[in-house]
T-cell receptor
Framework: RKEVEQDPGPFNVPEGATVAFNCTYSNSASQSFFWYRQDCRKEPKLLMSVYSSGNEDGRFTAQLNRASQYISLLIRDSKLSDSATYLCVVLDSGSARQLTFGSGTQLTVLP | DAGVIQSPRHEVTEMGQEVTLRCKPISGHDYLFWYRQTMMRGLELLIYFNNNVPIDDSGMPEDRFSAKMPNASFSTLKIQPSEPRDSAVYFC??????????FGNGTRLTVT
């Protein structure tokens, strides 16, 4: 079983739709969680950190469920510019590898 | 801040040649990571440093790969000799403590 697993996608949604991605992690001692966005042929960039109480940044909402060991990302009113690959990232402070990336979920927002 | 700076942006070389990739982390960051990304394998951690000291190099594919960090503002990843299967995008990233990771623009390596 992978340490961090994501919905493989691809997700193709119309503009204005709401879309949600899930990510599960295997290490219950994981410390911090992030969502990164990667555009085609570009580097991954931090989209948002994920806090225990859940957090929102404009159209984006991230949630953490420690009991079930998953995090989610909700995008409301999707825009064409939201098309990208979304990477779930987990930080395990006790692990030699520190950070574990999911394989990414590809989103395409269609006009 | 200029962010993480990598060079070169693109590198095309012939099989058997030595390749050196360079990285300047964000000033003040105490962790530096080297990743490799391909379509088939996604993002793979090769090695990371903490305060210039290599901590985990278990992701380095084989002895042809080596990485150094002589000081807090510079790191290199060297491949000698290079092979076609090394073709990938190589990212350097840095962070401070447990803060989020910041990536450089990457070096797109093509080995023919």
């Amino acid at each position: 079983r992978k340490e961090v697993e994501q919905d493989p996608g691809p997700f193709n949604v119309p503009e204005g739709a709401t879309v949600a991605f899930n990510c599960t992690y295997s290490n219950s001692a994981s410390q911090s969680f992030f969502w990164y966005r990667q555009d085609c042929r570009k580097e991954p960039k931090l989209l948002m950190s994920v806090y225990s109480s859940g957090n929102e940044d404009g159209r984006f909402t991230a949630q953490l469920n420690r009991a079930s060991q998953y995090i989610s990302l909700l995008i409301r009113d999707s825009k064409l510019s939201d098309s990208a690959t979304y990477l779930c990232v987990v930080l395990d402070s006790g692990s030699a590898r520190q950070l574990t990336f999911g394989s990414g979920t590809q989103l395409t927002v269609l006009p | 801040d200029a962010g993480v700076i990598q060079s070169p942006r693109h590198e095309v070389t012939e099989m058997g040649q030595e390749v050196t990739l360079r990285c300047k982390p964000i000033s003040g960051h105490d962790y530096l990571f080297w990743y490799r990304q391909t379509m088939m394998r996604g993002l793979e951690l090769l090695i990371y440093f903490n305060n210039n000291v290599p901590i985990d190099d278990s992701g380095m594919p084989e002895d042809r790969f080596s990485a150094k960090m002589p000081n807090a503002s510079f790191s290199t990843l060297k491949i000698q000799p290079s092979e076609p299967r090394d073709s990938a995008v190589y990212f350097c990233a840095s962070r401070y403590n447990v803060s989020p990771l910041h990536f450089g623009n990457g070096t797109r390596l093509t080995v023919t």
